[in-house]
């Protein structure tokens, strides 16, 4: 172990480890606050090993989470302390809804599919007074910040990025495309059908200008989805990949290899001996455990999850984040313009 050197002395150590660089020894002087966005932990052989070398999803969302924790105390610390002495501050501001502001709110967002205005009105409420309070506690920070009450060390990890090959994803959009939406789901996946409305959208309004792949991640539990799986790239060997997609998801609680055979009659495949047989021999098995193999190293578990990025048509490439879950329209657009605008 002589070519090894690892730098976490205590359990403050954590901090720096986590990307947020916090030396909080009382033995320094004046200086007794160091940052670094990326510190060393350790010397192999002589050579830093630095927490990029060390980083993945899981490490990057710790220091994130941490970073949001140590800045949303910081925040509350501040404005507590200053209260007294500055009339400005306040950290406990009155918040009012209005009906219009919640009825807003539900409108906005088509709940109405999910039930009455009267339903969900304690929960946007809620909603919009956190919101709400949040703005003004983050306005009158900065204001601190700027009248020099304050100085914060703070500063958030740097950007988590992943690149991963496409390898054999169904391809809608476009091709040519410079982004990519790159999803992994599970036919059975509820949360997984949901989406399916969503990423019509994206499809429909970003069809020229980004390229939407799919690949196949059925989850251990979903005893079927691994067969319709296999059911859908046997359909694509003869063109019906996106009619068969279409009417799974469609059909979750129908998917035994009877219900898979019927829907490839239904979708109007035209060799339905070759279906059957690719069906029964599990042509695609190993596909789609590859497809499996490939999301888990991305640091994909459950489904939906997408991998968006800038995409290298030539050599099949995304370089991205991920985004898991059934999340809102905007969670994707966000990141789509952060990607579009990227040289």
């Given at each position: 172990?002589?070519?090894?050197?690892?730098?976490?002395?205590?359990m403050?150590?954590?901090?720096?480890?986590?990307?947020?660089?916090?030396?909080?020894?009382?033995?320094?002087?004046?200086?007794?606050?160091?940052f670094?966005s990326?510190?060393?932990?350790?010397?192999?052989?002589?050579?830093?090993?630095?927490l990029?070398?060390?980083?993945?999803?899981?490490?990057?969302?710790?220091?994130?989470q941490?970073?949001q924790?140590?800045?949303?105390?910081?925040?509350?610390?501040?404005?507590?302390?200053?209260?007294?002495?500055?009339?400005?501050?306040?950290s406990k501001?009155?918040?009012?809804?209005?009906?219009?502001?919640?009825?807003?709110?539900?409108?906005?967002?088509?709940?109405k599919?999910?039930?009455?205005?009267?339903?969900?009105?304690?929960?946007?409420?809620?909603?919009?007074?956190?919101?709400?309070?949040?703005?003004?506690?983050?306005?009158?920070?900065?204001?601190?910040?700027?009248?020099?009450?304050?100085?914060?060390?703070?500063?958030?990890?740097?950007?988590?990025?992943?690149?991963?090959?496409?390898?054999?994803?169904?391809?809608?959009?476009?091709?040519?495309?410079?982004v990519?939406?790159?999803e992994?789901?599970?036919y059975?996946?509820?949360?997984?059908?949901?989406?399916?409305?969503?990423?019509?959208k994206?499809?429909?309004?970003?069809?020229k200008k980004?390229?939407?792949?799919?690949?196949?991640?059925p989850?251990?539990?979903h005893?079927?989805a691994?067969d319709a799986?296999?059911?859908?790239?046997?359909?694509?060997?003869?063109?019906?990949?996106?009619?068969?997609?279409?009417?799974?998801?469609?059909?979750?609680?129908?998917?035994?290899p009877?219900?898979?055979?019927?829907?490839?009659r239904?979708?109007?495949?035209?060799?339905?001996?070759?279906?059957d047989?690719?069906?029964?021999?599990?042509?695609?098995?190993?596909?789609?455990?590859q497809d499996?193999?490939?999301?888990?190293?991305?640091?994909?578990?459950?489904?939906?999850?997408?991998?968006?990025?800038?995409y290298?048509?030539?050599?099949?490439?995304?370089?991205?984040?991920?985004?898991?879950?059934?999340?809102?329209?905007n969670a994707?657009?966000?990141?789509?313009?952060?990607?579009?605008?990227?040289?």
């Amino acid at each position: 172990m002589k070519h090894l050197k690892i730098f976490i002395h205590s359990m403050i150590s954590i901090i720096p480890f986590l990307g947020l660089g916090y030396d909080a020894s009382p033995l320094l002087a004046a200086e007794s606050v160091v940052f670094d966005s990326n510190p060393m932990v350790a010397e192999l052989e002589n050579q830093p090993v630095r927490l990029e070398d060390l980083r993945n999803k899981k490490i990057y969302d710790l220091s994130l989470q941490l970073y949001q924790q140590l800045q949303e105390q910081l925040i509350l610390h501040t404005l507590e302390n200053l209260e007294n002495k500055h009339k400005e501050i306040n950290s406990k501001p009155r918040i009012s809804i209005s009906e219009e502001q919640i009825l807003a709110v539900y409108e906005g967002n088509n709940l109405k599919e999910r039930g009455s205005l009267d339903k969900f009105r304690p929960q946007i409420r809620q909603y919009l007074k956190a919101q709400l309070r949040q703005e003004m506690l983050l306005n009158q920070f900065g204001m601190a910040l700027e009248k020099g009450w304050v100085k914060s060390y703070l500063s958030p990890p740097s950007e988590f990025t992943q690149e991963a090959s496409i390898k054999t994803a169904y391809i809608r959009g476009n091709p040519k495309a410079k982004v990519m939406i790159l999803e992994f789901s599970d036919y059975q996946c509820p949360y997984c059908s949901r989406i399916q409305g969503t990423v019509q959208k994206l499809i429909k309004t970003y069809e020229k200008k980004i390229a939407f792949g799919y690949r196949h991640f059925p989850l251990g539990f979903h005893t079927e989805a691994d067969d319709a799986a296999m059911a859908v790239e046997c359909a694509r060997e003869q063109g019906k990949f996106e009619e068969m997609h279409e009417l799974l998801y469609a059909n979750q609680k129908a998917q035994f290899p009877e219900d898979l055979k019927k829907y490839s009659r239904r979708i109007g495949i035209k060799n339905k001996k070759k279906f059957d047989q690719c069906l029964e021999s599990e042509r695609y098995r190993g596909l789609v455990n590859q497809d499996m193999e490939d999301g888990a190293s991305l640091g994909i578990s459950g489904t939906p999850g997408f991998f968006i990025g800038r995409y290298n048509p030539n050599k099949r490439r995304i370089k991205g984040e991920l985004l898991s879950g059934a999340q809102p329209l905007n969670a994707f657009e966000n990141l789509i313009a952060k990607y579009l605008t990227q040289p």
